[in-house]
């Protein structure tokens, strides 16, 4: 039983265009949330994480928005290159142990 | 950000043989590491999290005398996958968590594994 549901599992965006994916949880344990990128035949790469205590966090063209009380997170990709096409997985984590619990991952294609 | 170095990248290997991966922490301490495995198009399924000087704790469902894992060092797990068959075909991928930078998990760049 996947414990963060990630959507949707594709998009297309026009060069420029922003890119949004959703991620949703149940666990309120959960108190640390990454998404990573990943290129074909690559490991997952950190682009950004955040923790329940803020509700947006930025980092160049990647933002993370945090719900807490719908227990929702989305990454936002704005002015999407061609560069930006890969896999992107959520995940969260609860303190101890550390183990992440993955979304599903969006493929994100950009079109020059 | 901190690297994880996976080494080797790709090898093949035949049926009944045994390939060992291994997975290095290159600046920084991880007393945790963990080992995953992914099909194409598919996301990560957690394996087992390898922990320095103990036994590593393996996920429901995987073998643990078909995966053997050992975290000798605090900068050095191996996977070892033994008596091969090609459904063990796959990517593996490791991760390592740093306790110097909040406990931020990194990942190596993955194995590729062949069973022929």
């Known amino acids: 039983q996947q414990q963060v549901k990630q959507s949707p599992q594709s998009l297309i965006v026009q060069k420029g265009g922003i890119s949004i994916i959703n991620c949703a949880y149940e666990?309120?344990?959960?108190?640390?949330f990454p998404w990573y990128q990943q290129f074909p035949g690559k490991g997952p790469a950190l682009l950004i994480a955040?923790?329940?205590?803020?509700s947006e966090k930025k980092e160049g063209r990647f933002t993370i928005s945090f719900n807490k009380s719908a227990k929702q997170f989305s990454l936002h990709i704005m002015d999407s290159q061609p560069g930006d096409s890969a896999t992107y997985f959520c995940?969260?984590?609860?303190?101890?142990?550390?183990?992440?619990?993955f979304g599903a991952g969006t493929t994100v294609t950009v079109r020059a | 950000g901190a690297v994880v170095s996976q080494h080797p990248s790709r090898v093949i290997c035949k049926s009944g043989t045994s390939v060992k991966i291994e997975c290095r922490s290159l600046?920084?301490?991880?007393?945790?590491m963990f080992w995953y495995r992914q099909f194409p198009k598919k996301s990560l399924m957690l394996m087992a999290t390898?922990?320095?000087?103990?036994?590593?704790?393996?996920e429901q469902g995987v073998e643990k005398d078909k995966f053997l894992i050992n975290h000798a060092s605090l900068t050095l797990s191996t996977l070892t996958v033994t008596s091969a068959h090609p459904e063990d075909s796959s990517f593996y991928i490791c991760?390592?968590?740093?306790?110097?930078?909040?406990?931020?998990?990194?990942f190596g760049e993955g194995s590729w594994l062949t069973v022929v």
């Open positions: 955040i923790r329940p205590d803020v």
């Open positions: 666990n309120t344990a959960f108190d640390y």
């Open positions: 995940a969260a984590n609860q303190g101890r142990g550390y183990k992440l619990s």
């Open positions: 991760s390592a968590r740093d306790q110097t930078r909040g406990n931020t998990i990194y």
């Open positions: 600046d920084f301490q991880a007393t945790t």
């Open positions: 390898s922990n320095e000087g103990s036994k590593a704790t393996y």
